[in-house]
């Protein structure tokens, strides 16, 4: 079992950032992918970025040049840099890992991904 907490999120005014982390625990000594996905009110969880255990990355389009996915291993933590926030990035985060993928690999779906957290608030005033 692994267990997955987000952290960082809040209120921020358009323009601004915010940093989310994730604080894995349990079975750790695995190496897995870890990604984000967010809902919004009203809509289906989507697919914000991933990381491999290696350090690959991948995003979606709608945050390309905005978001920075990254991790640290040692300390089991995964991190979403959010920076231009705009108003429709307003959305509950999760965050996930999946023991699917070894070194290299990532996923974008959430079917490839065992653990989820259980969210945290991201609201953008315009």
């Known amino acids: 079992q692994v267990q997955l907490v987000e952290s960082g999120g809040g209120l921020v005014q358009a323009g601004g950032s915010l940093r989310l982390s994730c604080a894995a625990s349990?079975?750790?000594?695995?190496?897995?992918?870890m990604g984000w996905f967010r809902q919004a009110p009203g809509k289906e969880r989507e697919f914000v970025a991933a990381?491999?255990?290696?350090?690959?990355?991948y995003y979606a389009d709608s945050v390309k040049g905005r978001f920075t996915i990254s991790r640290d291993n040692a300390k089991n933590t995964g991190y979403l840099q959010m920076n231009s926030l705009k108003p429709e990035d307003r959305a509950v985060y999760y965050c996930?890992?999946?023991?699917?993928?070894?070194?290299?690999?990532?996923?974008?779906?959430?079917?490839?991904?065992?653990?989820w957290g259980q969210g945290t608030e991201v609201t953008v005033s315009s």
């Open positions: 349990g079975r750790t000594s695995s190496s897995y992918a």
């Open positions: 990381i491999s255990w290696s350090g690959n990355t």
């Open positions: 996930a890992a999946g023991f699917k993928y070894r070194s290299s690999g990532l996923g974008s779906t959430q079917s490839e991904y065992d653990y």
